[in-house]
């Protein structure tokens, strides 16, 4: 059973990489910011749906309540790798949301701190963009402008790991996240407290749409979504022959903006894990739970899906096909937890991300690790210990 699986699985994880966007690592333009809150360089934009032409630059440390008057949910989107305000998630999903829900947007914009091509160095720069995001939530629910109930991130790429981060800053536990496609890039080797996980919030979603490219494989949340296996998209070879990798990529927040007012839906089925899935050894009947933005706090796992090539991508519930006649051939291989198990695709994720770091990078785990500096520091402790209830 073992090796029959190995090669199709190999065979087809080699033709899914795509490039790894990490290049030109070490321009000396590209720098490590050491810095305060707030600071110049990580700006928030507060957008309602009246002021969405215009929308006001917050000041964290001088707050006008009547500014979130009246009080409605808030949105924080949150850029990654060489983004700015209006670059994704932004770019698709604020306009929907303001268009069809009655809620404050803020937009984070911290472009000068993960300017291309300085990837390491934006790595490195998140801890301090999500000090600067904690220190605005702090200050919005200790002021009682905004409940903490009401807030909810969004974070697109490294911006899903400036999601996860921002978790290590607050005094309260955040109520939602989701992250759309969180970059793998350097954080499947760092440290928990570097990257988007389930103890982050008290619902964290997640879509992964390029798992061996720019985002991964790995569940990150209560609830993962692969929608297409969450490796290729259907329609980006046509889209972006170039780069395949990045329409992919982008693909999370494109179908997180659909969601929000699809009549159809995302509609996607569990299955124990995405080896299993790939190996078509999940029920293809039964149940069936949306995806993204309506998805319900309530769902637990990971959960399969396919969408169309282009715009409108959601293709609603999927028909059901019987297959239980081929599953049962397989019930012993599960009994011996033989498949059923997250850990072989993760391990086989981490030697990929290894492998291509050494390739593009030229150089060995240990020295990548020196030059990131993971060392831990006692401000990025969390606070969970004594989070405020
Ligand atoms: C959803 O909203 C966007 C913009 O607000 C609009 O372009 C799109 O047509 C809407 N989709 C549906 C199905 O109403
Ligand atoms: C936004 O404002 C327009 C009018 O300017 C209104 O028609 C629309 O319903 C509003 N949308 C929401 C979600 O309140
Ligand atoms: C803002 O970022 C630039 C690098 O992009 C840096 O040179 C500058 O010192 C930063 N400013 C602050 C206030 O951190
Ligand atoms: C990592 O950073 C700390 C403090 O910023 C510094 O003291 C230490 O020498 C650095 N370590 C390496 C391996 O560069």
Aim: glycine share 6%; with cysteine; charged share 20%.
């Amino acid at each position: 059973m073992k090796s029959t699986v190995w090669l199709p699985l190999l065979a087809f994880i080699w033709g899914s990489a795509s490039a790894n966007p990490i290049v030109g690592l070490f321009d000396p333009a590209c720098q490590v910011v050491t810095g305060e809150c707030p600071n110049k360089n990580v700006s928030f934009w507060l957008y309602s749906n009246s002021t969405r032409e215009n929308p006001k630059l917050l000041n964290p440390l001088d707050l006008n309540p009547w500014d979130f008057q009246p009080p409605r949910p808030l949105k924080i989107l949150i850029h990654g790798y060489t983004g700015y305000r209006d670059f994704a998630p932004n770019s698709y999903i604020r306009p929907v949301l303001l268009d069809h829900e009655d809620v404050y947007v803020i937009s984070i914009d911290y472009g000068p701190l993960v300017a291309y091509p300085c990837y390491i160095q934006a790595v490195q720069n998140l801890p301090l963009v999500s000090r600067c995001l904690a220190q605005l939530i702090n200050n919005l629910v200790d002021r009682a402008i905004v409940a903490n109930d009401q807030i909810h991130l969004i974070g697109f790429s490294l911006g899903g790991q400036v999601a996860g981060q921002t978790a290590n800053y607050v005094k309260r536990k955040l109520k939602r996240i989701t992250g759309l496609d969180p970059a793998k890039p350097l954080f499947i080797l760092g440290p928990d407290s570097r990257r988007l996980d389930q103890g982050d919030a008290d619902f964290v979603d997640v879509i992964h749409t390029d798992a061996f490219g720019r985002g991964y494989l790995r569940s990150a949340g209560h609830v993962d979504f692969y929608p297409n296996f969450g490796v290729k998209q259907p329609g980006c070879m046509e889209e972006n022959m170039q780069d395949p990798g990045s329409c992919n990529h982008e693909r999370a927040p494109r179908f997180y903006a659909e969601s929000i007012n699809s009549t159809v839906g995302f509609w996607g089925r569990q299955c124990t894990s995405w080896l299993v899935q790939l190996l078509a050894l999940c029920p293809t009947t039964g149940a069936q739970s949306l995806m993204g933005y309506r998805v319900s706090n309530e769902l637990r796992g990971s959960y399969f899906l396919q969408t169309a090539g282009k715009s409108p991508f959601a293709l609603g519930k999927m028909p059901d096909v019987d297959n239980r006649q081929t599953l049962a051939k397989f019930h012993l291989n599960f009994k011996h937890n033989e498949i059923a198990n997250g850990y072989e695709p993760q391990l086989l994720e981490a030697f990929l991300e290894l492998d291509k770091v050494k390739v593009v990078v030229n150089m060995d785990k240990a020295d990548l690790d020196k030059q990131l500096n993971w060392t831990h520091r006692a401000e990025d402790e969390p606070l969970s210990k004594n989070l405020i209830k």
